[in-house]
T-cell receptor, first 112, second 115 residues
């Protein structure tokens, strides 16, 4: 077990709604990265947060946004949900932006 | 855009057989990682390879990083049903360097080992 916890584990939303996913990083880690994993695919990098600032972003539209809090936990927000947003959302924490990332079990989002 | 291509996508073998999974890219990575992911779980790191030509062994698993740091392979000897899962390779950073630790993943290899 990595010590990275995500909530909720499963979520069902309808198209156009908004969703917030949460991640608690491993103790001592100040960096959180978010990934989207569609069924049958490898994870795709959404963005990374380091010391409460966005520290890099993948090829995702602005309706994907995030936050990191002073305790280094993080949220991923997705507005105006689309059917293609259905995926497993993974959070990974690390002790530094370029260090080894440890993954949580993910949140399975279904958009109907 | 950096891409990692894994092959094969699916592998179904009998217990005791050997197998190799390949991970290839046209880009150079500062390191390459292999993960194993089971249903309902996040990826679990197996190994990180950093130096071109590096070979690492983890019990029955052997990992190799290509000399040019663009490709890697995972070889499993005498596969067991417990090896079943999704195997992912992921490249970290690039030759130009980034300020953040983006991992670029391959699409994965689904391995099924039948008893």
């Amino acid at each position: 077990e990595t010590g990275v916890t995500q909530s909720p584990t499963h979520l069902i939303k309808t198209r156009g709604q908004q969703v917030t996913l949460r991640c608690s990083s491993q103790s001592g880690h100040n960096t959180v990265s978010w990934y989207q994993q569609a069924l049958g695919q490898g994870p795709q990098f959404i963005f990374q947060y380091y010391r409460e600032e966005e520290n890099g972003r993948g090829n995702f539209p602005p309706r994907f946004s995030g936050l990191q809090f002073p305790n280094y936990s993080s949220e991923l927000n997705v507005n105006a949900l689309e059917l293609d947003d259905s995926a497993l959302y993974l959070c990974a924490s690390s002790s530094d932006p370029k260090n080894i990332q440890y993954f949580g079990a993910g949140t399975r989002l279904s958009v109907l | 855009t950096q891409l990692l291509e894994q092959s094969p996508q699916f592998l179904s073998i009998q217990e005791g057989e050997n197998l190799t999974v390949y991970c290839n890219s046209s880009s150079v990575f500062s390191s390459l990682q292999w993960y194993r992911q089971e249903p309902g779980e996040g990826p679990v790191l197996l190994v990180t390879v950093v130096t071109g030509g590096e070979v690492k062994k983890l019990k029955r698993l052997t990992f190799q990083f290509g000399d040019a740091r663009k490709d890697s392979s995972l070889h499993i000897t005498a596969a067991q049903p417990g090896d079943t899962g999704l195997y992912l390779c992921a490249g970290a950073g690039n030759a130009g360097g980034t300020s953040y630790g983006k991992l670029t993943f391959g699409q994965g290899t689904i391995l099924t080992v039948h008893p």
